[in-house]
């Protein structure tokens, strides 16, 4: 276990809030969010940071075990940094207890809502870095994009330039001396520490905030941020492959994987095994991995004559080797001969077992057209689903 350095910043997480606008019945910072509480995932990214920090966590009474609960699932190493101390009957009032609980040492203090528990770990970074290099408090904004229009009760009375606005966001960084000092100083109650720090004489400076940092206000704010930690849907990669084969090659015919005895063969660098061939194409075009030339070409004497078994086996061990596991094969044979619904089962039990998904396989002639339809050759399509390891 590394060694870490005494903190010289601190992160005051705010968790103390009722949450009546959520309407979940529990406070804030406790209702659930994909499987979590609300506070655990900002607390995840709080101890992400790159500079470790002291994290003082303030809950309402009676949530103080709760929240240690959630320390203990995402602070690391870093556990010992925390604590959890009650919050006060305001929201200036529980920072206020979060500040008489900071280690001597402590330099530099951000203040955090909870209920904005998506910011990223780079928004606090930042933040910190802003302080240390400007001695300024320091707010993460961004720009508002929508039109803002002035009015009085149903009725607009002016528009106002955006371009002079920002949406302030947490964690918002401080002097610890010279918040301090603000905190003894300023009275009254303000909607955050930035604004106190203003009434307080001090000049407030914003760095860039995130999309990402949005306060979870409302049900639809909750459902916001569910829908930001929904994992990835991980979409199919589809291929399709065709190969075609003349009757005429020396020894026995092979297709599908199997052997046909007393069948003419197919010509090819191989054993001519076209439905063999066209999955090989199909699998190596879903995963981006070029044709059955590229891998299995004339330059590569050792597959001269190699059956199904080899071809498939190593298009297998490629797709796998480059992220993709097999979801399911089908393949279409076009051919007068050989007759093949008898031995469809065994060549669909053949291919499947060799590529571990399984192989659909089904046969039609061309009612005479063509060169299918002649007896002169075999047609094959293939179609290959894969899906990220």
């Not at 009722?18 to 209702?31: E, M, N, Y």
């Not at 966590?57 to 995402?74: F, Q, T």
């Not at 039609?364 to 899906?387: E, I, K, N, R």
């Amino acid at each position: 276990m590394s060694i870490i350095p005494v903190p010289r910043v601190a992160i005051i997480v705010v968790a103390a809030g009722s949450g009546t606008r959520l309407g979940a019945g529990a406070p804030k910072a406790f209702v659930g969010l994909a499987g979590r509480t609300i506070l655990s995932h900002a607390l995840e990214r709080v101890f992400a940071t790159a500079e470790p920090a002291q994290v003082v966590v303030v809950v309402p009474a009676g949530y103080e075990g709760e929240a240690e609960a959630d320390i203990a699932r995402v602070a690391g190493e870093r556990h010992d940094l925390a604590r959890v101390v009650t919050g006060g009957a305001t929201r200036q009032g529980s920072v206020a207890q979060g500040l008489a609980a900071l280690w001597g040492d402590i330099e530099i203090v951000l203040v955090h809502d909870a209920a904005r528990a998506l910011v990223p770990p780079a928004t606090v970074d930042r933040v910190i870095e802003a302080v240390r290099s400007t001695g300024h408090a320091i707010i993460p904004a961004v720009p508002v994009v929508d039109t803002i229009k002035r009015v009085d009760g149903t009725v607009i009375t002016a528009a106002v330039d955006r371009s002079e606005l920002a949406a302030a966001q947490t964690p918002q960084g401080f002097r610890r001396d010279v918040l301090l000092t603000a905190y003894a100083a300023v009275g009254q109650d303000f909607t955050d520490d930035a604004a106190l720090m203003q009434a307080a004489g001090h000049t407030v400076l914003t760095v860039a905030g995130d999309a990402l940092g949005f306060k979870v206000t409302t049900p639809a704010d909750l459902e916001r941020a569910a829908a930001v930690l929904q994992p990835p849907v991980s979409l199919p990669r589809i291929g399709v492959g065709t190969d075609v084969h003349a009757f005429g090659g020396d020894g026995t015919l092979w297709l599908a994987g199997l052997e046909w005895p007393g069948e003419q063969a197919l010509s090819g660098h191989s054993d001519g095994d076209a439905a063999s061939h066209a999955i090989v194409d199909a699998l190596l075009s879903a995963a981006g991995l070029g044709d059955i030339g590229m891998h299995f070409g004339t330059a590569r004497p050792e597959f001269a004559g190699a059956h199904a078994d080899v071809f498939l086996a190593e298009t297998r061990r490629l797709v796998e080797q480059a992220g993709f596991r097999i979801g399911n094969v089908s393949v279409q044979i076009q051919a007068a001969r050989p007759t093949f619904s008898p031995r469809r089962e065994e060549a669909q039990s053949v291919l499947s077992n060799i590529l571990g998904a399984p192989v659909s396989v089904a046969a039609t002639t061309t009612d005479g057209l063509g060169f299918v339809g002649t007896g002169a050759g075999v047609q094959v399509f293939a179609v290959a689903a894969l899906t990220p390891r």
